[in-house]
DNA sequence: AGATAATGTCATGAG
DNA sequence: GACTCATGACATTAT
């Protein structure tokens, strides 16, 4: 039985907590307030006095000492700690490291790009790798270019990284309800699938031909690269057959790039930059593993392609990307930047962790930011429409919102991180530019509007000084005592008062009906009124009546020394106020009086067992007043243990409705973490997305030209220094690392 | 008079 | 086994 209450009390309180969560607002309250006097009456209950539960010790109890094991307190108790217990679950929600993992997301912005954007061709190339990391589900998935906003966000949400290793099944229930919540902002589980982003680069294979001619390498345009494309036998996926230079795996230290930069003169500014530049995250697929490449070298942050419809394998998916994502949080975003100067305004504005390996190599800060660190503003929002270099070639690599970087943040890969999803192809060109920033416009709009309403609603919902209020009273009811037994003088007085005079035809129906007392005064009123005695006072006629506990007694015994004097009332008004005390007596009373029942309703039921026989044993009583004696303590005592009951369960929803509140403050309180965390993951990817174009733009070979994007790209090793690596390596590793996920889940 | 809420009662199970 | 309590279900009463 109470397993079973345990377990409806809890169904309750998670079916509550998650209709909150989902929106539907548990409206408590405006029950609670516009049946305030009736619910006090129940809560507080006239047996109140008699029960076991400590209604005035609530406050004191969350310790769980001295909590009657059958007091609601206990449930409180629970209910409290399982809460906080959730609540602190809520904590474990590490939203930066949330936030980092929606970079997971591949989106490109439309309308980033010109149009004219060169060697689109190449975008091909990434789309490919991209079709042979979804897999063969992916092809059934639709462009969702759409979720683009709701993406990053979801991701935030969706892959916090698990604290603690041994979550429990309410953690992951509450991680799972605070996911779809996310959900319900936009955010779609999608952003575990690549098949859309091969959506994405399936635009951008069709975007590919109109840009061709406009690749701006010498000698290598996107046609003859497109030419090379091989088809992997296994995937179906085109790759490079060969990438010019690139199989002598050229890695240079980003020292040596800058020193070829330094050779190389101020060419920066009028290098061009193909804007099809794939990251080593969308590498294109190919068995051959290059020697000497490094495993390391790669982020082993990408995941493998799972069905969205297996949550389970969707969680374990989560838990393993949040751990990835737990780690290059705390090793890429610190080890990939670079130790700058004290004062160092880029060092100020990244928040780079100092002493980083890459510091120990090469100084990127000197190398990429001499003659072009004020042209570009880290922080300002300009920065998306800003050149880099001035010039118009190298325009489009700048992304033109600040969220389009489809790479993994915190990825060792820099090709990835770095290069704007505008390099990753030309489908951004045509892909229209209706597009909005999808992590812009979800943090500045459904973001912002849902913690606004949030708050909104929080603040227009629950009021907890109703709940202190309510246990103010509870602390004040402890005060009054109902012991009918304890009270005679005035039940005396009010008998007196209200029907009790020299009338005969009172007196001959009392003696008729033998020793039955006033007791419905006291079973209706002290019901009604157990709590606040300031109510009997509202009711005039029941102001001597609130303590009636003499009864089933014959008149003879009463005071009549406290009786008014009888002129004073007119037989009408007592005869009213007879039928009036008649009517408000129970049947048990009635039934006491006409049975004789020579004690009060109110001893028979509240008495203990003993002194309940003792009092029995004085009486020689027939076998039909025992009985019904039985019976008026039986269903007198089940009446107030109903009247507990229901004040428990009106107390459990109380205390779930405040919980709800709780948990609502909490989720907005998370959510405007994780929008803070999402402004600045942003403005330092796109510090980050600079700096790569700045320095990969400034870097020369030996005969003086710049690097293709297409060819090169910049990779952060283990060792903190940074290679410049053909890009057929970089992602070949890239697949490599995508594989090792998928491994480890088998 | 009907709807609804509040309250009472019974049956049942558990401690 | 008697007693008490809790509670669902139903009945009754009150509004």
């Keep these: 039985m109470l397993s079973l209450k345990k377990y409806l009390t809890e169904g309750l309180l998670q079916f509550t907590i998650l209709l909150s969560l989902i929106g539907v607002r548990v409206d408590v309250d405006t029950y609670l307030t516009s049946q305030l006097p009736p619910l006090r009456e129940i809560i507080l209950g006239p047996s109140s006095a008699y029960t076991q539960t400590q209604f005035h010790n609530l406050r004191n109890t969350l310790d769980g000492y001295g909590i009657h094991p059958k007091s609601i307190d206990l449930d409180n108790y629970f209910t409290a700690r399982r809460l906080l217990s959730q609540v602190r679950a809520l904590d474990r929600f590490q939203v930066p490291t949330t936030e980092v993992n929606a970079w997971l997301v591949h989106r490109d912005p439309e309308g980033s790009v010109s149009g004219s954007q060169p060697s689109s061709g190449l975008a091909l190339e990434s789309s490919s790798g991209l079709q042979d990391v979804t897999g063969p589900d992916n092809g059934v998935r639709e462009s969702e270019t759409e979720q683009g906003f709701s993406e990053d966000l979801e991701d935030l949400g969706a892959v916090a990284p698990p604290v603690s290793g041994d979550l429990t099944k309410e953690d992951i229930d509450l991680i799972d309800i605070l996911w779809r919540q996310d959900i319900d902002l936009g955010a779609g589980r999608e952003i575990f699938d690549y098949s859309h982003r091969q959506k994405e680069q399936d635009v951008d294979k069709e975007l590919q031909g109109g840009a061709e001619q406009e690749d701006t390498w010498p000698g290598e345009g996107a046609e003859a690269l497109a030419r090379n494309l091989l088809v992997d036998g296994e995937t179906g996926e085109s790759f490079p057959a060969q990438v010019p230079g690139g199989e002598d795996q050229t890695a240079l230290s980003l020292e040596e790039c800058l020193r070829l930069l330094e050779a190389t003169c101020p060419f920066g500014e009028n290098a061009e930059f193909p804007a099809d530049i794939s990251s080593i995250t969308e590498a294109v697929p190919s068995e051959s593993e290059p020697p000497g490449l490094q495993n390391n070298l790669l982020s082993p942050l990408l995941t493998g392609t799972e069905s969205p419809f297996d949550l389970e394998q969707q969680w374990q998916d989560l838990m393993s990307i949040m751990e990835m994502q737990a780690m290059e949080v705390n090793t890429s975003t610190s080890e990939i930047l670079y130790d700058a100067p004290p004062g160092d305004p880029l060092s100020t504005n990244y928040s780079l962790a100092p002493n980083t390996p890459i510091n120990q190599n090469v100084s990127l800060h000197q190398a990429s930011l001499g003659g072009c660190s004020q042209d570009f503003s880290l922080f300002s929002p300009e920065v998306e429409s800003l050149p880099v270099a001035g010039s118009s070639t190298l325009l489009p690599l700048v992304p033109s919102n600040s969220t389009s970087l489809n790479s993994t943040f915190g990825s060792t890969n820099l090709a990835g991180l770095f290069f704007p999803p505008q390099l990753n192809g030309t489908a951004n060109d045509t892909a229209g530019p209706e597009l909005p920033d999808p992590l812009g416009g979800l943090l500045d709009e459904a973001m912002l509007d849902e913690i ?280 070949q590793q890239a697949r490599r690392q995508e594989r090792k996920p998928k491994d480890r889940r088998k």
């Design 452 to 731: 606004s309403l949030m708050d909104l609603a929080i603040e227009e919902g629950f009021n907890p000084v109703q709940a202190s209020q309510l246990e103010e009273e509870f602390d004040s009811d402890s005060g009054l005592s109902l012991d009918s037994s304890h009270s005679p003088s005035s039940l005396s007085s009010s008998e007196g008062a209200v029907g009790y005079s020299s009338d005969s035809e009172t007196l001959d129906l009392e003696e008729a009906e033998g020793a039955v007392g006033y007791q419905p005064e006291y079973s209706k009123f002290c019901r009604m009124s157990y709590q606040d005695p300031a109510q009997l006072s509202c009711l005039p006629y029941l102001e001597h009546v609130g303590h009636n506990h003499t009864y089933n007694m014959a008149p003879s015994a009463l005071d009549s020394a406290d009786l008014p004097p009888p002129s004073t009332l007119k037989k009408g008004s007592k005869e009213k106020q007879a039928d009036f005390l008649d009517k408000q007596m129970s049947r048990d009373e009635h039934r006491a009086r006409a049975m004789k029942i020579p004690f009060t309703n109110d001893k028979i039921i509240n008495l203990p067992v003993e002194e309940f026989n003792e009092l029995l044993s004085k009486y020689q009583l027939s076998e039909a007043q025992l009985s019904l004696i039985r019976d008026i303590r039986r269903r007198g005592k089940n009446k107030m243990a109903a009247q507990n009951c229901r004040k428990r369960k009106l107390d459990t929803i109380l205390n779930l409705e405040r919980d709800v509140e709780d948990l609502q403050r909490d989720k907005a309180r998370l959510l405007r973490e994780k929008v803070e965390f999402l402004r600045s993951l942003r403005q330092m990817k796109q510090k980050v997305q600079s700096l790569y174009q700045e320095v990969f733009g400034r870097l020369r070979d030996e005969n003086g030209r710049p690097y293709s994007p297409s060819q090169y790209a910049l990779q952060y090793a283990g060792d903190g220094s940074v290679l410049l690596i053909p890009r057929t390596l970089a992602d």
